[in-house]
């Protein structure tokens, strides 16, 4: 089946840039996406990107994808230790509703 | 709006001893869905429902059933529970049944202890 994969750890200082990366094999991956999972919470959306797009920018966070490699990054600036959190990358192709998941990456921040 | 809701909190099992982790969303989403999260193996999938009354499996059902209720509720039963179910249980919904950017809702997890 199809893949998606991230590292399992990252830890930055308080103030640094983080940047978590994911590959994916789909081919026909239309809409790529970024939960954010706190500590004891369920998943909620973060950020998305369809395949047409290569940068998508919201405040501090940048998401940008590279669709002849299957890299999808997501970039948060000035990362806070209100950041720190699983940040999962997900894709779904066009004729599907149901999402694959990444095995969700672990922000550490500190001062 | 309370969006996904999901009972119990928290729950300890004896091996061999049944429960159903209940499941509701008030958002009039069609499709619903059941994952399991363990360390270092992200969300894995146990079922899934388009619809009322429709129910398929994800990429790990074995030793789970589930009953799409109605529209709003979504079960998922441990029949004979095995330490191997030791896990926290999230149940998601979305409004799509087809292709479309449908964002997925989370509850907030049940954790599950089986001894």
């Known amino acids: 089946g199809e893949d998606v994969e991230q590292s399992l750890f990252l830890s930055v200082r308080e103030g640094d840039s983080s940047v978590i990366n994911c590959t994916y094999t789909?081919?026909?991956?239309?809409?790529l996406y970024w939960y954010k999972q706190e500590p004891g919470a369920g998943l909620q959306l973060l950020t998305y990107?369809?395949?047409?797009?290569d940068m998508k920018q919201d405040q501090r966070l940048t998401v940008l994808l590279n669709k002849k490699d299957k890299h999808l990054s997501l970039r948060i600036a000035d990362t806070q230790t209100g950041d720190s959190a699983i940040y999962f990358c997900?894709?779904?192709?066009?004729?599907?509703?149901?999402?694959?998941f990444g095995r969700g990456t672990s922000l550490i921040v500190h001062p | 709006n309370a969006g996904v809701t999901q009972t119990p909190k928290f729950q300890v099992l004896k091996t061999g001893q049944s429960m159903t982790l209940q499941c509701a969303q008030d958002?009039?989403?069609?499709?619903m869905y059941w994952y399991r999260q363990d360390p270092g193996m992200g969300l894995r999938l146990i079922y899934y429902?388009?619809?009322?009354?429709?129910?398929d499996k994800g990429e790990v059902p074995n030793g789970y059933n589930v009953s799409r209720l109605n529209k709003r509720e979504f079960s998922l039963r441990l029949e004979s529970a095995a330490p191997s179910q030791t896990s926290v249980y999230f149940c998601?919904?979305?409004?799509?049944?087809?292709?479309?950017?449908?964002?997925?809702?989370f509850g907030p997890g049940t954790r599950l202890t089986v001894t």
């Open positions: 998601a919904s979305s409004e799509g049944t087809s292709g479309g950017l449908y964002e997925q809702y």
């Open positions: 789909d081919s026909s991956s239309t809409y």
């Open positions: 990107i369809f395949s047409n797009m």
């Open positions: 997900a894709e779904k192709s066009g004729g599907s509703y149901i999402p694959t």
């Open positions: 958002m009039n989403h069609n499709s």
């Open positions: 429902s388009a619809s009322e009354g429709t129910t």
